[in-house]
């Protein structure tokens, strides 16, 4: 951190010369763990606890010790919610800062953009976030849930509350896309019928049309993986319209950014969803971690999905290192692919050696006052998605993200 | 007039080799490679918008146009050079469409802007909303918000294996903006050039003095869009994906923020602007204190209260003061005020 | 016959809130030729003041219908005295500024606000209209913009005032001669575009998922809007408000909000293209 305030006050000329001398004699006796979250723009809802979250993580590591006897530092960047800019710190952190592991991205699309370059100058990449699955790749882990390992749980859950006739509306890109072919699975499955399936580009705030047409279809159950601040819209004017009481809600995505903040517990309260993590999670594990949180920032309210993913992610990687005794990508892989697992804030992780997912325990949870509250949960699930076309352990030179057939 | 141009095309030259051989050894060239990407992209607004007086609000349509025709083009063909040659000729044909539907409909000023606008929404919200698979250009899904990544980048012509990436790659668009500087600059003293000077001047007395005014902007507004196209093309190639943001209407704004910051109506203002703010957010994003959104904006309403005209004018008539009047005086370059009611 | 009477409600209140997100800009543009790029920040903070003053106890209306305008109002005044006021008649450079506004604002909320603010539920619960549920809070957004643009009207035909800023916006020279100073009518000009700015985003605030970057949403369709409007103010913005509500209302309705949006920017397109002017460039000329 207190390089990189230098390096904005230096002047331009002297600023790379004066940068990397110091890393260089740094490098032997710290391990340097690379950064690349948007912490302004419009995703730093997502961003910002993720940071912060990463801070803490490392913070611990260090007053525990370290890693192999070093200290580990953070070189973070600020993508300012700008793909180019990926790129660019990617490159920044592979080439120059050479870093000993990279966690970030938050997008797929940034993933996808900095995911090629961590492969090819051999930097070991983790990606923290809930995602639609399908990454097969020896070089990156992803530690987030995946839309099978959420839908499997939920569907059933809410199903069995409301009833069989779903109406379905995603958010209109590859994430909302695959996930509500998941859900129509499930549906399928369970014995229910998707009586309609409307998609959304981000950007659309204004669902007083698509609630007049749900009203038509009439379903006994609404699943909405809608995504982002536009489309938090649609919760507000579906209760509104006084139709929150009339038929449930369920979702995939609503408060992995805690969004659920942003909705006042009227339009809230009764949503279903599952994930991870909730910070109403009544276990020792997360009381600790709030208590950290609390200690290092003061305020716990920011922590949120992602936020414990980052972590979770850290603390993997940093088992990963102890176990291998050592800092060398191929051998933190080997360590990892053992099955490592360790106990984060939202309960067991384990890396499953296929696929370089997690397998995560899942909550199956419902908002009330603004809090998600856990009804049940189901221990161990794991990336079932992905594990239908991924097997780095027969294919390990593999390297694409896979459109998973449902 | 013969030996101005070939003193002019000598500077150009010497300066732009002594940049290409000096600032590699302060930047890494991986950030220079963009920065002179997006200096290519603020030329291509600063040639229609400085010179032709087309105030368009959707340089980014056509600068994602050509990163998505050179993605979708280098998928289904599988080697750099064809595509590349799309990737100018279809924003280039596009805007010559665009810009036929606007001239010859006489529509002008803010009213351009809002059309221009409006096509780059529209493109937008399109691509955006093709994630799903039944949006495939041949081998190409189009990708919707996540975009296409994973295309062959460019290669030596003829030979699909050899790559040209890292180093070399930042002398190629290096050497490309240089050429795209040095037409633009013979294109400006040709006739065509002077002539669209004095549309944006005055466009009614070029129009009643026999110029075919509409003609001349479809055709200089096709220009920029072939160029921008360019600049969409090596900027798919270096981040090695392409998304709707290229589209997106901060990009746009963003353009047209360069234009104003290095100095509208010169040459080497889009450029510098260009590069210098894009370098600018790169440098903020390695520092965490301040929110950086809330920077960029104090830096460019500062700008525009305390250096006007824009950096490279300003740059220039203190030059001009400190050695002397020899030099000609950079003409004050005052865009009109948008006429209504 | 209920489910026309729902789409006749949703239509018209598509309408509606096209006016009243316009309606700021379309002051500040049409009457002193400064386009806000940060008019959607001013909407974003509107919405923030009314969530912080219904935070602190005050009536949620009251909070809507004049404290936020107030705020903003206050804000815009600050801005202009800083800012805008040294741009007048550079239409760019008041952009590139308003760009930038616009960014400082986004941090600013950022950083007091963070990026989970409880909104506040809509004062008016739905109602059931035959086998529909109905959004009463739309009724409300409706009523609001009728009588905005009924006070608009009033206030520049029927005030001394309006006749002044008229005045002034067409001939600052001869207003000045005539002992009116324009540097301080252009204050409060801009002063209620900023007020209705900020109405615009308060009144909006029950139904949207507010973040500090929301205003981005607003400002290209006000910004097309007002634009295709032409140069009669309220003319201008009704007529185009209307056109381009309907349009977009109607291909939302019968394919998908999607193609609703792009039918809106397409109409826009073709619009400017045959009345190059704006619709009141031919229509409604010398309307106010």
Same mark, same amino acid.
């Given at each position: ?14 600023? @790379? ?22 912490? @302004?723009g419009i995703f730093d809802a997502y961003g910002k606890p993720m940071d912060q979250a990463m801070r803490l993580a490392v913070k611990e590591i260090n007053d525990a010790g370290g890693l192999l006897g070093k200290q580990v530092e953070v070189a973070a960047y600020d993508t300012q919610s700008d793909m180019a800019l990926y790129s660019q ?219 414990? @993913? ?97 | ?93 596009? $805007? ?64 699909? $294996? ?65 160029? $921008? ?86 740059? $220039? ?25 | ?18 006016? /009243? ?106 109602f059931a209209f035959g086998g529909y549920q109905v959004n009463g809070y739309n009724f409300f957004i409706i009523i609001v913009s009728i009588v905005l643009v009924i006070a608009m009207y009033a206030v520049l035909r029927g005030t001394r005032a309006g006749l002044i800023a008229r005045g002034t916006m067409q001939r600052s020279d001869m ?20 007020? /209705? ?6 009144? /909006? ?82 309307? /106010?």
């Open positions: 951190m207190s390089m990189n305030r230098r390096e904005l006050l230096g002047g331009a000329a002297a600023l @790379s010369t004066a940068a990397m001398l110091p890393q260089a004699a740094m490098a032997a006796d710290t391990i340097q763990l690379g950064s690349i979250l948007d912490t @302004s710190y990617a490159q920044q952190l592979t080439r120059q800062d050479k870093v000993d592991v990279v966690h970030g991205g938050i997008l797929s699309a940034s993933r996808e953009a900095i995911r090629q370059t961590m492969r090819k100058t051999k930097t070991l990449y983790f990606y923290n976030v809930q995602y639609e699955g399908g990454v097969c790749d020896r070089n990156i882990f992803v530690t987030g849930v995946t839309p099978a390992q959420q839908v499997e749980v939920l569907v059933p859950y809410a199903m069995k509350k409301s009833g069989p006739k779903v109406h379905i509306l995603a958010a209109d890109y590859n994430y909302g896309q695959i996930t509500a072919r998941w859900i129509q699975k499930f549906v399928e499955e369970n014995g229910g019928e998707v009586v309609a399936t409307d998609f959304f580009p981000l950007d659309v705030a204004d669902f007083g049309s698509t609630i007049t047409k749900i009203q038509q279809t009439a379903p006994d159950l609404v699943f909405a993986p809608l995504v982002g601040g536009a489309h938090l819209s649609f919760f507000r004017q579906w209760s509104a319209a006084g139709m929150k009481d009339k038929i449930p809600l369920a979702s995939t995505t609503m408060g992995v950014g805690n969004e659920h903040k942003v909705l006042t517990p009227e339009e809230g309260n009764g949503i279903m969803v599952a994930y991870n993590y909730s910070q109403e999670l009544d276990t020792p594990a997360n009381i600790a971690f709030k208590a950290k949180w609390q200690a290092e920032y003061g305020d716990t309210t920011a922590i949120h999905e992602l936020a414990v @993913s980052t972590y979770q992610g850290i603390m993997l990687w940093a088992a990963g290192v102890r176990k291998a005794g050592s800092i060398e990508r191929d051998a933190v892989v080997d360590a990892l692919e053992t099955g490592i697992s360790i106990e984060g804030p939202a309960g067991k992780v384990t890396i499953d050696p296929q696929t370089h997912h997690a397998t995560v325990d899942v909550h199956i949870m419902e908002f009330e006052g603004q809090g998600m509250t856990v009804i049940e949960t189901l221990p161990q699930r794991a990336p079932i998605d992905t594990q239908a076309v991924c097997d780095l352990q027969a294919n390990p030179g593999d390297n694409t993200q896979y459109e998973i057939e449902i | 007039m013969g030996r101005s141009v070939l003193h002019d095309v000598i500077i150009t030259l010497v300066v732009s080799a002594l940049l290409i051989w000096l600032l590699p050894l302060m930047i890494s060239t991986y950030t220079l490679t963009v920065l002179v990407i997006y200096g290519m992209l603020g030329l291509s607004l600063g040639l229609v918008w400085g010179f032709g007086g087309i105030l368009c609000f959707g340089q980014a349509a056509f600068f994602g146009l050509g990163a998505y025709t050179y993605a979708i083009a280098a998928i289904n063909i599988g080697e750099s050079t064809l595509p590349m040659i799309l990737a100018v000729l279809v924003p280039a044909v596009f $805007a010559a469409l665009l810009g036929a539907m606007m001239f010859y409909g006489r529509l002008a000023d803010v009213y351009l802007g809002v059309i221009t606008l409006v096509v780059t929404l529209i493109l937008f919200k399109f691509v955006n909303s093709t994630a799903g698979p039944q949006y495939v250009i041949g081998n190409a899904r189009l990708g919707g918000f996540n975009g296409i990544p994973g295309f062959q980048t460019l290669n030596v012509p003829g030979d699909p $294996a050899a790559y040209i990436w890292g180093d070399p790659y930042f002398y190629v668009c290096a050497v490309a903006l240089v050429i795209v500087f040095l037409l633009v600059t013979w294109l400006l003293r040709s006739s065509f050039g002077r002539i669209a000077v004095g549309i944006r001047e005055n466009e009614v007395r070029m129009g009643l003095m026999g110029y075919d005014v509409a003609t001349r902007k479809t055709v200089l507004f096709a220009i920029g869009a072939a160029i $921008a196209g360019l600049a969409g093309a090596l900027f798919a190639n270096w981040g090695e994906i392409v998304t709707p943001n290229l589209f997106s209407l901060g990009q746009s704004a963003e353009i047209i923020i360069w234009c104003i910051v290095g100095g509208l109506g010169t040459r080497f203002g889009p450029i510098v602007g260009a590069a210098g703010l894009a370098y600018l957010k790169f440098m903020l994003g390695q520092q965490s204190m301040i929110d950086n959104t809330l920077v960029l904006g104090l830096i460019l309403v500062l700008f525009v209260l305390f250096l006007p005209r824009g950096l490279v004018p300003a740059v $220039a008539s203190l030059l001009n003061s400190i050695f002397g009047g020899t030099k000609r005086k950079p003409k004050p370059r005052r865009m009109r005020r948008a006429r209504h009611g | 016959m209920d489910l026309s009477f729902v789409i006749l409600v949703e239509v018209l209140y598509g309408v509606a809130s096209l006016v /009243l997100i316009s309606a700021g800009l379309a002051v500040v543009f049409g009457m002193m030729k400064v386009i806000n790029l940060a008019h959607g920040e001013f909407m974003m903070m509107g919405g923030y003041a009314t969530i912080t003053a219904v935070g602190l106890g005050v009536n949620v209306f009251v909070a809507m219908l004049v404290i936020a305008p107030l705020v903003v109002g206050l804000i815009g005044l600050i801005v202009e005295r800083l800012v805008i006021r040294h741009l007048y008649g550079r239409l760019v450079d008041t952009m590139l500024a308003t760009w930038g506004l616009s960014l400082v604002f986004i941090g600013l909320a950022t950083m007091i606000f963070g990026n989970t603010t409880t909104g506040i539920s809509t004062p008016i619960p739905g207003a000045a001669a005539l002992g009116y100073s324009p540097d301080r009518i252009y204050m409060m000009t801009f002063f209620c575009g900023s007020a /209705l700015s900020g109405l615009a985003g308060a009144v /909006l605030a029950p139904l949207v998922g507010l973040v500090p970057t929301s205003g981005g949403a607003y400002i290209a369709k006000a910004f097309i809007t007002v634009i295709a409007g032409g140069p009669s103010l309220i003319a201008g913005l009704v007529s185009s408000a209307t056109s381009f509500g309907l349009v977009s209302q109607f291909f939302t309705f019968a394919i998908s909000p999607v193609i609703g949006e792009v039918a809106l920017l397409i109409a826009a397109v073709v619009l400017l293209r045959t009345m190059p002017q704006g619709i009141t460039g031919r229509f409604f000329k010398g309307k /106010l």
